[in-house]
């Protein structure tokens, strides 16, 4: 992998037998996305969509490489309804969390990429890194460069696959939004395409 903490995340896992994992966030909500369909000649689809909704999906994951290994995709994700007083996103704990689900399904030291989200940056999250820099370093993804992190893939691959879906309710999205990436994860062939497709790679 190339490109400033990139670079730097390759080298530094190549050393350690460390597993490259990169995160990132998304959302969805009950508008959806726009995606090909077959239709009659000289008639546009038409998806319709009960009501505008309130609420979305939203979603944090993390593509995972190590040479030798199966790619894994591991991630989590939240139904916000709009309540009053519900979180609007994830928090540095649900970010600690997945960090920690990962060193336990990967077994082995991570060496995370991800961006300068400022839920990453706050001081809690900066002591959880500390206390467990035997196993986990992170690198940034330089600012504005989402065609550098693999994960962005993922979320193109699942908003293709709900694409023109005109989901009932959030339950209803929610299913079809964790049946995708479920399924994404017994595909690493996928979860690699998504690498090559940034132009980046494992090798030195």
Request: with cysteine; glycine share 10%; aromatic share 8%.
């Amino acid at each position: 992998m190339e490109e400033g903490g990139v670079a730097a995340g390759k080298s530094t896992a190549a050393a350690r037998g460390a597993w490259i994992v990169c995160e990132d966030e998304a959302s969805q909500s009950l508008r959806p996305p726009r995606a090909r369909s077959w239709g009659r000649i000289g008639q546009t689809p038409v998806v319709r969509v009960r009501g505008r909704g309130s609420g979305r999906v939203s979603m944090a994951g993390m593509v995972c490489f190590r040479r030798g290994d199966r790619s894994r995709l591991i991630y989590s994700f939240r139904v916000h309804r709009g309540r009053k007083g519900e979180p609007k996103g994830f928090t540095w704990q649900d970010y600690r969390d997945l960090i920690l689900r990962a060193h336990n399904q990967l077994k082995g030291p991570i060496v995370l990429v991800w961006d300068n989200l400022r839920t990453h940056l706050m001081p809690q999250m900066k002591d959880f890194i500390a206390a467990n820099e035997d196993w986990l370093i992170v690198f940034h993804f330089p600012p504005y460069a989402p065609d550098l992190n693999p994960q962005e893939g993922i979320w193109s691959l699942m908003k293709q696959a709900i694409g023109n879906l005109a989901a009932a309710n959030l339950e209803q999205l929610a299913t079809a939004v964790k049946r995708s990436l479920k399924k994404t994860q017994y595909r690493p062939h996928l979860i690699d395409g998504c690498l090559i497709g940034t132009g980046l790679t494992l090798t030195s």
